[in-house]
Every structure is written in structure tokens, then in C-alpha cells.
Antibody, heavy 121, light 109 residues
Framework: QVQLVESGGGVVQPGKSLRLSCAAS????????MHWVRQTPGKGLEWVAN????????YYADSVQGRFTVSRDNSDNTLYLQMTSLSADDTAVYYC??????????????WGQGTLVIVSS | QSVLIQPPSASGTPGQRVNISCSGG????????VSWYLQLPGTAPKVLIY???QRPSGVPDRFSGSKSGTSASLAISGLQSDDEGDYYC??????????FGGGTKLVVL
């Protein structure tokens, strides 16, 4: 079935780096734009980043611009989020989500189960 | 403070109709389509409405969406206890970044 499975979350010290992965299955991954969305425990949703289906264009929230990098491997059906210079403000559940379109616009129609990132010393 | 403004809470009794509003501006809702999501406790969000008023297959027709100018609205008719959860609106801005509302917690009394 159509599925997104995130991994790579955990506890990391402030200032360190972490890479999240999102494995896609059940659909042609290479034709869909993909996103990362995060949710601070008990709070609302915050869009983090978007990557087009071909990986050529990427967009970031102001809060992570310059620190996070989104990438994808269409041969392996995997989405990534490289996070650097992490701070407590980055503590959240990180979801990968599929877009309805190749460029990422439209609704997020498939979501993963999320992976928790805790930034703490 | 979220870019899109939603009421923090809403409530209704079983069978009632509830409306949840989402207010934005000309650079986001005013020029892009709106989607709505339901997040049940401990689960990932699920899309309820896309392109302002379209329902994905499997979403009951009790859920409907509309948009006018810089505001959007989600209506839930025939309220059920299973409808309890957090509802979010979302759209895009003119810098090609997605924006979410702050979320509305729906309680079925």
C-alpha cells in the first residue's frame, strides 16, 4: 500500500547535526513533490521544506533556511532531511508528506507516522 | 503566531453542524487554494479537503470546504464523536512556502 516511513530521529545535543530519512513505497515516488512538516509537542504544524519531484528546486521555512537541507534519491525512493546547528527550538515530531503535484503545490495527501527529534544536552 | 488564523477551539453536540474558519491574506489564501487536515490524538494528519472544496475518496460528504477572498471555512455536518480532533487549514504564500493555521481543537459534547 501507499506508505511513508520516517526514521533517524532521536536525542541530539544542541549545535549537533542529524539526518532524517523517509522511505516511500506503493507509489511512483519520482513524480511527486515531497515535504517535511514538523510539530512541536502539544503545538501546531509547521512546514519545514519542499523538494520538487526531480530534486532541482528546494524551498525552506525561514526558521530553518541555511541550517537544513532537503534531498531525495529517486532511485531508492527515499527523502532526506539533513539538519545542522540544531537548537531546542527544533525539538519536534518530523513528518514527511507527499504532495499532490510534482512541484509540491496542492495538498499533502499522504503522511508518514513521524519521527521524534529531541535537542537537549 | 501562525500566518493563517483559526479559532483555537470549537464544539458541538452529535448531529449538529460546526464551522471552522481560517483567515489569511492576499498573499496566501487570496491567491492560492486551501486544504484542510484532521489530526486525531497520537496520529499523523490526514487530508480532508483539497483545492478549497474537493474531498479525497474515502472522506465522508459530511465534510465540506469553501473559500471566499482571503478566508476559508470547513463545515462538518451531522457531527459524530469520531470527529473529535485537531483541524488545520493550509495554503501557499507568494514565496512558494506552505503555511498552516494554528489549529482548531474540536470537542463533541
Amino acid at each position: 500500500q501507499v506508505q511513508l516511513v520516517e526514521s533517524g530521529g532521536g536525542v541530539v545535543q544542541p549545535g549537533k547535526s542529524l539526518r532524517l530519512s523517509c522511505a516511500a513505497s506503493g507509489f511512483p515516488f519520482s513524480i511527486y513533490g515531497m515535504h517535511w512538516v514538523r510539530q512541536t509537542p502539544g503545538k501546531g504544524l509547521e512546514w519545514v521544506a519542499n523538494i520538487w519531484s526531480d530534486g532541482r528546486n528546494k524551498y525552506y521555512a525561514d526558521s530553518v533556511q541555511g541550517r537544513f537541507t532537503v534531498s531525495r534519491d529517486n532511485s531508492d525512493n527515499t527523502l532526506y532531511l539533513q539538519m545542522t546547528s540544531l537548537s531546542a527550538d527544533d525539538t519536534a515530531v518530523y513528518y514527511c508528506a507527499r504532495s499532490q503535484t510534482p512541484r509540491g503545490y496542492g495538498a499533502f495527501d499522504i503522511w508518514g507516522q513521524g519521527t521524534l527529534v529531541i535537542v537537549s544536552s | 503566531q501562525s500566518v493563517l488564523i483559526q479559532p483555537p477551539s470549537a464544539s458541538g453536540t452529535p448531529g449538529q453542524r460546526v464551522n471552522i474558519s481560517c483567515s489569511g491574506g492576499s498573499s496566501n489564501i487570496g491567491s492560492n487554494s486551501v486544504s484542510w487536515y484532521l489530526q486525531l490524538p497520537g496520529t499523523a494528519p490526514k487530508v480532508l479537503i483539497y483545492s478549497n472544496n474537493q474531498r479525497p475518496s474515502g472522506v465522508p460528504d459530511r465534510f465540506s470546504g469553501s473559500k471566499s477572498g482571503t478566508s476559508a471555512s470547513l463545515a462538518i455536518s451531522g457531527l459524530q464523536s469520531d470527529d473529535e480532533g485537531d483541524y488545520y487549514c493550509a495554503t501557499w504564500d507568494d514565496r512558494m512556502k506552505a503555511v498552516f493555521g494554528g489549529g482548531t481543537k474540536l470537542v463533541v459534547l
